[in-house]
């Protein structure tokens, strides 16, 4: 009999560990801690923790970030999202509350900065063209086309054919193509979303082997952001890499609001 391996696997090694999912509860409650600040949440040696810690980290459940001198940790909700789409159906999903209420908590932290990370098996320049070409970006970003001419300082909208405004707009900050592409961001679909003002995104792109790194981060945002202008990234995240990986489109919750 031949077994085989997937990066799932590592998934539910990290989160069959209730050490773990006490590691990930202390991250929602407050992201981007260091070391020092989870050790002294968890009643075990520093040791202990860097041990689980590096576990999340493998399963690419846990993101890391430099500050200066410090590592900060986040979560990253990306993996709940792949495993959901996977194995959870609408039909599936009344059965599997477990799952979707961590998906839900880890979508819907509230901190000032979020980190999202995933691998896709593509080039960086196959990479950047999806995230800047309209037609491509409108097949897994919720049927959003995203207009610009893609220059340091220009503006940029993403746009629908059901709605005579923006669904959200903003400044291209930094253009450094395939590698990196910093913008600000105002999200303009609800008086509400409109209300959290302006804030900032960051793509960044990095070769690993044969495949590519993405990581995605917003920031800037105020304490308690609105979840609107944030959760959904790991479903746009998980529908470019189903659409460079397969060609095909990921049909999540949402996916077609304004096809």
Request: aromatic share 8%; glycine share 6%; proline share 5%.
């Amino acid at each position: 009999m031949v077994t085989y391996y997937s990066p799932m696997d590592d998934i539910f090694k990290a989160l069959a560990d209730p050490t773990r999912r006490s590691l990930l509860d202390e991250l929602y409650e407050h992201d981007g801690q260091t070391l020092t600040e989870l050790e002294q949440r968890l009643p075990m040696t520093r040791f202990g923790v860097m041990k689980h810690l590096r576990v999340l980290e493998e399963a690419g459940l846990v993101v890391t970030k430099r500050r200066g001198r410090e590592k900060l940790h986040f979560l990253n909700a990306v993996p709940i999202r792949l495993v959901h789409d996977r194995w959870v159906s609408k039909y599936a999903e009344p059965w599997a509350a477990t799952l979707t209420g961590l998906k839900h908590q880890l979508e819907e932290e509230r901190a000032m900065e979020k980190v999202f990370e995933i691998y896709i098996k593509t080039t960086p320049e196959k990479l950047w063209e999806a995230i800047t070409n309209p037609e491509l970006r409108s097949r897994y970003s919720f049927g959003v086309r995203v207009i610009s001419d893609w220059k340091a300082g220009s503006k940029y909208e993403g746009r629908s054919s059901k709605s005579p405004t923006p669904i959200f707009a903003g400044e291209n900050l930094v253009v450094d193509p395939p590698r990196k592409l910093v913008q600000s961001y105002n999200a303009l679909w609800s008086d509400a979303a409109k209300s959290e003002g302006t804030s900032r995104v960051t793509w960044e792109i990095e070769q690993v082997a044969d495949s590519c790194r993405l990581t995605l981060t917003h920031d800037q945002l105020r304490e308690g952001a609105n979840p609107e202008l944030y959760g959904g990234h790991p479903m746009v995240l998980s529908g470019l890499k189903t659409l460079l990986e397969t060609g095909e489109k990921l049909t999540t919750p949402g996916s077609l609001m304004y096809a």
